[in-house]
């Protein structure tokens, strides 16, 4: 699977916001470890595409943020980097702490990933591994199916300082005690629409009320191909006032 649009460059981006954020023309130009910016090289990207281009600084820069792009725009990058980057310098908890948390079998993720379902949480786990490579950050699934759930589980043990999950399933894990929300501070909606279209929005909202932070007090980021009437309701209840708002290419209500 390549990007999906050629010339990305001429594509229409909408942006608004107060005091955006402005846009890295070069992967090489945006606030990332080096660490990084080398496993960004190693994955074969060149250049920015647009999503990325505007979102990797406003998330960087602690800004909560709703963009709307057609599938291949590059959504994945553009909040797997600055999440990474934010455990690099932050988040990133010893190993000690680890280890005893291993013990306690009980897991406090930095950030979450909201995806709607399987096929796309492994996509997203694949392309964390490769940016977070020779980092120490430790990324952690979990979706539906009787026969993976322990397997996930004792992966998890290992620690994780981001959780990639659907919702059901991640609402099991959170009442059976095996991950706490208390200490993430950063949630990513990702296809939020087609996560609404298949009916997950009880679950969505059972899940920022599972211990997560206030929106005030955590980084929000939706994703999604299409902004219909749902969506905006969901980015008004789930963002701080000043989010930006992004809008690649003609987006379809
Ligand atoms: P989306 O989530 O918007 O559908 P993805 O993040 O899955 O898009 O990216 C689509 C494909 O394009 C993936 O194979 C990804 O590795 C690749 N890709 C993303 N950004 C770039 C880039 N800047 N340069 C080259 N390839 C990219
Ligand atoms: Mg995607």
């Known amino acids: 699977q ?5 010339n990305y460059e001429n594509i229409p981006v909408n942006i608004r916001g107060d005091n955006v954020p402005t846009p890295v023309n070069e992967f090489h130009d945006a606030n990332l470890d080096d660490v990084i910016k080398m ?19 406003s998330l960087l820069s602690g800004r909560d943020l709703m963009a709307c792009a057609q599938t ?46 399987r096929e796309l ?17 430790m990324t952690a699934i979990f979706y539906g199916g009787k026969e993976n759930y322990r397997d996930q589980l004792n992966k998890s043990r290992y620690g994780c300082h981001i959780v ?14 095996y991950v706490s929300l208390e200490q993430c501070k950063f949630l990513v909606l990702d296809e939020a629409d087609r996560m609404l279209d298949m009916g997950f929005e009880p679950q969505i909202r059972k899940i920022v009320s599972l211990g997560l932070p206030d929106k005030m007090a955590r980084q929000t980021a939706m ?31």
């Open 121 to 137: 949480a492994i996509q997203i786990h694949k392309e964390a591994t490769k940016f977070s490579y020779c980092t120490n950050v």
């Open 223 to 253: 994703f999604s191909a299409t902004f219909p009437n749902e969506i905006k309701k969901l980015a008004e209840d789930f963002l701080k006032p000043n989010f930006v708002h992004l809008a690649v290419g003609r987006i379809g209500s």
């Open 2 to 6: 390549t990007i999906n649009f050629e």
């Open 164 to 177: 990639i999950a659907t919702p059901g399933r991640l609402i099991d894990v959170v009442n059976q005690g």
């Open 39 to 57: 496993n960004v090289d190693k994955s074969g990207y060149i250049k920015p595409t647009p999503v990325q281009k505007h979102g990797i600084p």
């Open 72 to 117: 291949g725009s590059g959504k994945t990058a553009a909040f797997l980097l600055p999440i990474i980057q934010h455990i690099v310098t932050s988040g990133l908890r010893p190993y000690e702490e680890m280890n005893q948390q291993a013990r306690r079998m009980k897991q406090f993720p930095f950030a979450l990933i909201l995806s709607p379902t």
